[in-house]
């Protein structure tokens, strides 16, 4: 694999979801910071084809995809993978480093929205996460109501400072997740994506009373986020009401390796899924020890 690549490269589930009362459709979901495509001549670009096609997900959200240089190629990826649909994320803030996340999908985008603070918030003057919330809603074949995918891509770093940023773009991603399920009661929903953060760093818990030293000079805290402020982000995301469940993927034939990220030997990228979704499999794909049976 090129270097440039994570050496795992993917969390790969089969997730079967109660749509409505009476069906169970499955659905093949998949997350993967990629970092960057490459042109679409090199080996880079090749091997991402490859393995977008070997994981072969009805729905695959891409983070990383760097700058506008690669957001002019996701029509030519999504043509030589052959997803009919796609949606990539804006660039709305000033801390985004031109990082852009990115959705392709078999099944037809009925909608997407790349959400800044100011207007998740309601302070028109908030600048409080570094990407733009990005959510796209798919209608699934068969399916009653719409499917929406939360792709999120939070804060790098260790540290109290970028601890405290990526507690407050969890509580923007759950205010947008909230606002989601009143409006679609019925309907499935996945956060999925790059968390930069370790559940097995926990116990977490660090509280901030005030703001923290170090923060860029253009952030702004919205009105709407009172301190104190705890970072404990695994059990505040799977609780505010969201219903979500952590899905506990493994390398291949492992039953304890979760890690996602080789080179730093940590597990950083995660699929979130409602109680209304039923994962039958799972995995953290490693094409270096891809036996070619998916078991």
Not at 24 to 44: C, D, H, K, Y
Not at 86 to 101: F, R
Not at 116 to 145: K, L, P
Not at 249 to 267: L, P, Y
Request: proline content about 3%; aromatic content about 12%; charged content about 15%.
């Amino acid at each position: 694999m090129c270097r440039r690549f994570r050496a795992i490269v993917a969390l790969l589930f089969f997730v079967f979801m109660f749509v409505d009362a009476t069906a169970q459709i499955p659905l093949r979901v998949a997350t993967w910071n990629i970092q960057e495509f490459g042109s679409t001549s090199s080996t880079q670009w090749i091997r991402m084809v490859a393995v977008i096609n070997r994981m072969d997900a009805d729905v695959i959200a891409l983070e990383e995809v760097t700058d506008s240089s690669d957001v002019a190629l996701v029509p030519t990826l999504a043509s030589q993978t052959a997803y009919p649909y796609h949606a990539t994320s804006g660039i709305s803030g000033t801390m985004s480093g031109n990082l852009y996340t990115c959705v392709l999908s078999r099944y037809p985008i009925v909608f997407s929205a790349s959400r800044t603070a100011a207007q998740i918030s309601g302070d028109a003057t908030a600048n409080d996460i570094t990407r733009d919330v990005f959510e796209v809603h798919v209608q699934v074949t068969g399916a009653a109501q719409r499917t929406a995918f939360f792709s999120a891509h939070l804060k790098s770093g260790s540290g109290g400072t970028n601890e405290f940023r990526r507690a407050v773009e969890l509580k923007r991603y759950v205010q947008a997740i909230n606002a989601f399920k009143a409006a679609y009661p019925q309907s499935a929903f996945f956060m999925l994506g790059d968390f930069n953060e370790d559940l097995g760093d926990a116990p977490f818990g660090a509280t901030f009373n005030a703001l923290p030293s170090g923060l860029p000079q253009t952030y702004d805290l919205g009105n709407d986020v009172s301190f104190p402020v705890v970072y404990d982000p695994f059990t505040y995301i799977t609780g505010q009401g969201t219903g979500f469940a952590i899905a506990v993927a493994t390398q291949e034939d492992t039953t304890n390796n979760f890690i996602t990220r080789q080179s730093s030997g940590r597990r950083l990228d995660y699929i979130l899924s409602t109680g209304g979704a039923v994962v039958s499999a799972d995995e953290v794909y490693n094409s270096a020890i891809d036996d070619g049976v998916d078991n």
